[in-house]
């Protein structure tokens, strides 16, 4: 009998062929700095290593490790409970929840929020809810976003990364498309999503030309907020840095980064988020956010809103980029995240090997995450680290850049 299963010994040859198998690690702490196992899975050799300084976490305020956003986690599990225990349309919809979407949509300056189990449920909710005729995407955008599109079988139009002007010229192409196909081009409805900070590459995008691009066609505008929420002006994101509010119809953006937390979120005007707790079947037929997870959110985007983390961690971004740069490194994007570009993928490995020899935790990005010929090193300080932290990990990139042949 002909085997129909799949070779699963050949597909995981085949990564380890081509340095691109990845392993689990897991840590016995979420913070900005740990202890970490060996890439096996198993148990965690707490009392064997070292432990690591962590500048690869996505922890941008250091929130994770906070009492405040922790007691909030704890006294919601006492009161309203552990879980949901359905569909926020059935039985599952809390006070804390109601609390956190009240919080999100004023810190993003709009009517109303909702909150998904994930950033990735948000995404992908919104796009198949909405069905867009047309797409017009970054070409850079997060995989939610690209399957967002692919379930709302809209057609995307990919337009150059942070690029205003190939976005323009895309959208009059558009038009000139069906005018040569004897449509009306009004009839469609046209959505551009673009990430506000590009995970990978730290890159920002252009937010204000995007809207001046929409506003001429009629176009809506989606950003996702994914890594810039709680980062700045009042615990916003670039879209509030910018002003933007009134400008975006749709904005969204994670729980699990910054905030500290786990889920994701949807702001924009009352019937938007009418249309998408009715239709978003990511949040219809998901269980609700857990209330602990729902209040820690709350916290720590109070936290960020009235601290004085995000100065601290601005004030790191700055200090690790200059370090980094004047050892004569490539460090791409304009944001928190420094992505130290070395090109080769072992070269890149390499380096990210020798760093963690000094204990310090920054993994390689390579193909198939990044293009080919630009794997980095993914560099990324939290608002908890020290003067002291930042000089051990630019001493540890002198030393092991050094070492590889890169310096």
């Known amino acids: 009998?002909?085997?129909?299963?799949?070779?699963?010994?050949?597909?995981?040859?085949?990564?380890?062929?081509?340095?691109?198998?990845?392993?689990?690690?897991?840590?016995?702490?979420?913070?900005?700095?740990?202890?970490?196992?060996?890439?096996?899975?198993?148990?965690l050799p707490v009392l064997d290593s070292a432990e690591a300084l962590v500048f690869a976490s996505n922890n941008y305020l250091g929130l994770t490790d906070?009492?405040?956003?922790?007691?909030?986690?704890?006294?919601?599990?006492?009161?309203?409970?552990?879980?949901?225990?359905?569909?926020?349309?059935?039985?599952?919809?809390?006070?804390?929840?109601?609390?956190?979407?009240?919080?999100?949509a004023e810190t993003k300056g709009t009517e109303r929020a909702l909150a998904f189990s994930s950033g990735y449920a948000a995404n992908v909710g919104t796009i198949a809810a909405l069905e867009p005729d047309v797409v017009f995407s970054d070409e850079l955008n997060h995989a939610s976003i690209i399957d967002g599109c692919r379930l709302a079988d809209a057609e995307t139009v990919v337009y150059d990364h942070c690029d205003?002007?190939?976005?323009?010229?895309?959208?009059?192409?558009?038009?000139?498309?069906?005018?040569?196909e004897g449509r009306e081009p009004a009839d469609e409805s046209w959505l551009i999503v673009t990430d506000s900070v590009f995970s990978m590459d730290g890159t920002v995008a252009p937010l204000s030309a995007i809207c001046d691009a929409a506003e001429e066609y009629g176009a809506w505008v989606m950003v996702d907020e994914a890594h810039a929420t709680g980062l700045y002006a009042d615990g916003g994101g670039v879209v509030q840095a910018e002003g933007l509010e009134d400008r975006v119809q749709i904005q969204l953006g994670t729980l699990s980064k910054a905030l500290?937390?786990?889920?994701?979120?949807?702001?924009?005007?009352?019937?938007?988020?009418?249309?998408?707790?009715?239709?978003?079947?990511?949040?219809?037929?998901?269980?609700?956010?857990?209330?602990?997870?729902?209040?820690?959110?709350?916290?720590?985007?109070?936290?960020?809103?009235?601290?004085?983390?995000?100065?601290?961690?601005?004030?790191?971004?700055?200090?690790?980029?200059?370090?980094?740069?004047?050892?004569?490194?490539?460090?791409?994007?304009?944001?928190?995240?420094?992505?130290?570009?070395?090109?080769?993928?072992?070269?890149?490995?390499?380096?990210?090997?020798?760093?963690?020899?000094?204990?310090?935790?920054?993994?390689?990005?390579?193909?198939?995450?990044?293009?080919?010929?630009?794997s980095r090193i993914r560099v990324v300080p939290i608002a908890t680290h020290d003067r002291d932290d930042i000089i051990a990990c630019l001493e540890a990139f002198q030393a092991a850049g050094e070492e590889v042949g890169l310096l």
């Open 1 to 43: 009998m002909a085997d129909r299963g799949f070779d699963l010994e050949g597909r995981l040859a085949a990564l380890e062929e081509h340095d691109l198998k990845r392993a689990l690690s897991p840590v016995d702490r979420v913070a900005e700095r740990g202890y970490f196992a060996e890439p096996s899975g198993g148990d």
């Open 66 to 104: 906070d009492q405040r956003v922790q007691d909030a986690a704890r006294q919601a599990a006492a009161t309203v409970g552990t879980g949901a225990g359905a569909s926020r349309l059935v039985t599952g919809d809390t006070l804390v929840h109601r609390d956190l979407e009240r919080q999100l």
């Open 164 to 180: 205003a002007a190939d976005l323009q010229a895309r959208l009059e192409e558009r038009v000139e498309r069906a005018t040569r």
């Open 260 to 374: 500290a937390s786990q889920g994701g979120y949807v702001a924009g005007s009352s019937a938007l988020i009418e249309c998408l707790l009715n239709d978003a079947r990511s949040f219809v037929f998901s269980t609700g956010l857990a209330p602990p997870a729902a209040a820690a959110a709350s916290e720590a985007l109070h936290v960020a809103r009235h601290g004085d983390a995000r100065e601290r961690l601005w004030e790191n971004v700055a200090h690790l980029r200059d370090g980094l740069e004047s050892m004569g490194f490539e460090v791409w994007g304009d944001s928190q995240i420094l992505p130290v570009v070395v090109g080769d993928r072992r070269d890149a490995i390499a380096l990210a090997d020798g760093v963690r020899e000094r204990d310090v935790v920054a993994p390689a990005i390579r193909p198939p995450t990044v293009p080919e010929g630009t």
